[in-house]
């Protein structure tokens, strides 16, 4: 079977620097905070051009505790786009706010600048848009209305991991930026982990406190916080992977671009569109079919893996009901839930595997076409 990502085939292309990591953390048995989170925490804020990297426990706290940080609580309205991980909404629900829905644009699956302004309201407080399958929302157009109505803008970058726009990494354009290291994202940890990168050393310094209990010094508590800190045995194997992220980033770009000359011209698919001023990571390849459960099972019969992300837009979860949404709110988010198919990608992928993937994909099409 060709699996969706493959964490075992990129754990033993760099065994010896990850076992000899993890070692150097036993040996010093510094779990919490200490020189690994610090040395991961100036890589990262390097690699992506920010002037702070803050690392936390998971994405979704990383979100949480940034909204709040920037004032985002109880009677907010906070925007975002339904088709996403529930985390995007989760974590706005946790900081006391409520989520409210804007709907994608059909081509990119990111959130539409057009449709946001008609969902403001008094009491929108912050805009969270999502770089899906790790490429970047359109920020220019999403800064300039949070510019005109004094929004926060906190980007949900877990998937886009050295994604820019215009040359500037996610995570620049708003306030801040999360990342999250779950060990199947593009920089992935062996456990949860997540980043916040911002130019605000406010916004940085709160929470560094906010992770540790509110600390400010040994048991000093200055402000309300909580136990949401990235740990040492997690930045040291981050630290080793993020050495390699740009050459597996390439790799993906390069694995995206097989792929779309191999699927070129079929009618029945449609393939990832690309924005002309977005460089796209591509944490997934994402395809369109009309016929999209019998693509998944021909796959599934060849052997190839695949995957939906996410197959019920999150104003149709149960979990999100008290919102009040019901089916054709979000047409295009509910167009693309049905539709929507992600190919095996990892910078790993062989080319012969590649190239099965391609082959099995356009059998499918034939099928349908004959
Ligand atoms: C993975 C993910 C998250 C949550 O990150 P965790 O580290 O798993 O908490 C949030 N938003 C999106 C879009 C994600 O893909």
Known sequence: MIPLVDLKAQYHSIKPEIDAAIQRVLESCQFIQGPEVAAFEADFARINRAPHAIGLGSGTVALQLTLEALGVSRGDEVITSAHTFIATAEAIREAGATPVFVDIDPQTYNIDPNLIEAAITERTRAIVPVHLYGQSADMPAIMALARRYNLVVVEDAAQAHLATFRDTSVGL??????????????????????????????????????????????????????????????????????????????????????????????????????????????????????????????????????????????????????????????????????????????????PAQTETIIQAVRDFANTLSS
């Open 173 to 350: 354009w708003g306030d801040a930026g999360i990342f999250s290291f779950f060990p199947a994202k593009n920089l992935g940890a062996y456990g949860d982990a997540g980043a916040v990168i911002t130019d605000n050393a406010e916004l940085a310094h709160k929470l560094r406190l906010m992770r540790d209990h509110g600390r400010d010094a040994k048991y000093v508590h200055t402000m309300r916080g909580t136990g949401a800190r990235l740990d040492a045995l997690q930045a040291a194997i981050l630290a080793v992977k993020l050495r390699h992220l740009p050459q597996w980033t390439r790799q993906r770009q390069r694995i995206a671009g097989i792929y779309r000359i191999g699927l070129q011209g079929v009618d029945s698919l449609v393939l990832p569109y690309q924005h002309a001023e977005a460089a796209h990571v591509y944490h997934l390849f994402v395809l369109r079919s009309v016929r999209r459960d019998e693509l998944q099972a021909h796959l599934k019969a060849n052997g190839i893996s695949s995957g939906i992300h996410y197959p019920v837009p999150l104003h149709l979860q149960p979990a999100l009901e008290y919102l009040g949404y019901k089916p054709g709110d979000l047409p295009h988010t509910e167009l693309a839930a049905n539709s929507i198919l992600s190919l095996p990608m990892y910078p790993e992928l062989s």
